[in-house]
Every structure is written in C-alpha cells, then in structure tokens.
C-alpha cells in the first residue's frame, strides 16, 4: 500500500461531499476518489440488506481503484453496513459515521437534544448502542426529515419544500425546548443556514464531518500512509447516475467545476 494511493469516500448521492469537504480542508494534499450511488439514493427507507449489498459492492469497486482507506460518508450505510464490510474486508480500514450523540449529550443545557437522520439510521444497532452508551439521561427527539435527503441531491437548499420538511421536524423539537440538533444523515449539513434560520442562533446544530475527517487522518498518520506529496491533491467523483445533474450539485455545493464520470451497476457489481 503506498501513501500516494486515493482515500476513498462513499454515499449513497450528494452526502458525503459534507465529509469530503472537511477531508480537503484538514489534508489537501490527498488524491480523493468519490462514488455517490444516484441511481440508488435514497438508501433511507431501503431495506438493511440491499444497502449492505451496496456498501460491498462501492467498497469493491474504491479498492479496485487502488483506496488506502475507506470513508463511509454515509450514516445510513454506516448503520446498516460497516460491521459487515469490516468482517468482510478484514484488511481495509474503514472510517463510518455514527450520530453524534456524545457529543451532544455533553454539550446540552437543557437535556433536550434532536437527532435527524433516515429511517434506516434509527433502525440499526449502532444507533442503539450510541444512544445506550451516550445519551447519559439526555431525552432525544427523533425525526427521519422524510424527503430531505431528495431535495439536497436536486440542489434545493432553500426551497419552500426544503423548509416545510425542516419545519415539521424541527418545530415540534424546539416546543419541548432542545438547544441542541445532531445532524445524523451526511446530506444535512448542506441545510444548516436553513435550520439555524429556523431554530434561532441559541440551538447548537452539531455536524460530525469534521471530527471524522480527523480521525481519517489520525488513521492514516498511524499507518504511515499520509500523502507526502508536495502539491494540492487530485479529486475524481464517480458517480452511478446522470453526469449532467451531479455536475450542478457538486458547483453548488462545494464551488468545484470537475469531471463527473460516470459508472453502471452489473448485478452486484459496478463497471466503467
Ligand atoms: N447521506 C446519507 C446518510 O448519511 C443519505 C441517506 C439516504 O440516501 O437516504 O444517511
């Protein structure tokens, strides 16, 4: 493995640019290879088992691509895959993302904390066991945002749509008197001017990008596998859906005008 090689990062769409972003802040030396799943999101209300078939099959597909390690920048995939892709790929190493109720938890005034993420993020074991080993007598207000995740992939950060599902959510949170909003889904944080709009300046909205994007470093560092290239590094998004569309989202959302390449699924697999 040679530290020249790609960190690979993965969502089921747009998402993981949220994860991505803090990568290329904290190592913008890295080569960064993206595979956001179009043809497949949302992964929210899919069964667990057909996004552990995704998660397996992107894994494949980033490691075939030479990744040194591997993001999942996806909570849901998180929830539903990453233990099965570390029994599975005994030898990669793999950063998830897990909601970020510690955090939170210690953070609260009031002990009132929202979480927002997708059906299958609430369903899985990991966020069971964050919220036993976390939550540490803090009540929690869940909302899965349904249709959220399909308003960021089409670029609709403020749209009256956008802010009626943020307003279902959050409204009825902030009666109880939160003060503190998890953002438990990687597409989310491409709202927050929209649901600090919505929850007043007094309401910490907690983002775990950055803290992942660490400990993808800290990962790396320990394995010797830090780029030590000289100039800025190189970013390839693949995507398995329309060029065309994730070319505007990828300029909305993080001002970057690259190529999109595109891939197909062939069963489980994914082929150029
Ligand atoms: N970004 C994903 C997550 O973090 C997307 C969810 C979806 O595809 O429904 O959960």
Redo the contacts with the bound molecule.
């Keep these: 493995m040679s530290s020249n090689n790609p960190i690979g990062v993965f ?3 747009v ?2 640019l949220s994860v991505l972003r803090e990568i290329r802040v904290q190592m913008p030396n890295e080569n960064i290879i993206y595979f956001g799943d179009q043809v ?7 069964p667990m088992e057909q996004i552990q078939n995704f998660s397996e099959g992107i894994t494949k597909f980033l490691l075939k691509h030479n990744s040194k390690i591997i993001v999942v ?7 539903a895959a990453l233990k099965y892709l570390r029994e599975t790929f005994p030898d990669v190493q793999f950063v998830g ?1 897990e909601p970020a109720v510690k955090p939170a938890a210690e953070k609260t005034q009031t002990g009132k904390v929202g979480v927002l ?2 059906p ?2 609430f369903q899985g074991a990991l966020y069971a066991s964050v919220v036993e080993r976390f939550a540490n007598g803090v009540e929690l207000f869940q909302n899965t945002c349904t249709g959220l ?1 399909g308003q960021i992939e089409k670029g609709a950060l403020d749209s009256p749509e956008t802010r009626a599902i943020l307003e279902s959510a959050l409204l009825p949170m902030l009666e109880k008197n939160i003060d503190t909003v998890v953002l ?5 944080p491409f709202v927050i001017p929209l649901i600090e709009e919505i929850a007043g300046k007094n309401v910490r909205v907690i983002d775990p990008a950055p803290a992942v994007a660490k400990q993808v470093k800290r990962l790396l560092e320990a394995g010797g596998l830090l780029s030590q290239r000289a100039e800025e590094g190189q970013f390839r998004f693949m995507t398995s859906g329309e060029a065309d569309s994730v070319r505007v989202s990828l300029n909305l959302l993080l001002g970057i005008d690259g190529e999109i390449e595109t891939v197909t699924w062939m069963d489980d697999l994914i082929i150029r």
């Design positions: 969502d089921s769409g998402g993981g497949h999101v949302p992964y929210g209300p899919r920048a996806c909570n849901t995939a998180s929830a993302m993420a997708t299958a993020t995740v438990g889904c990687t597409h989310y």
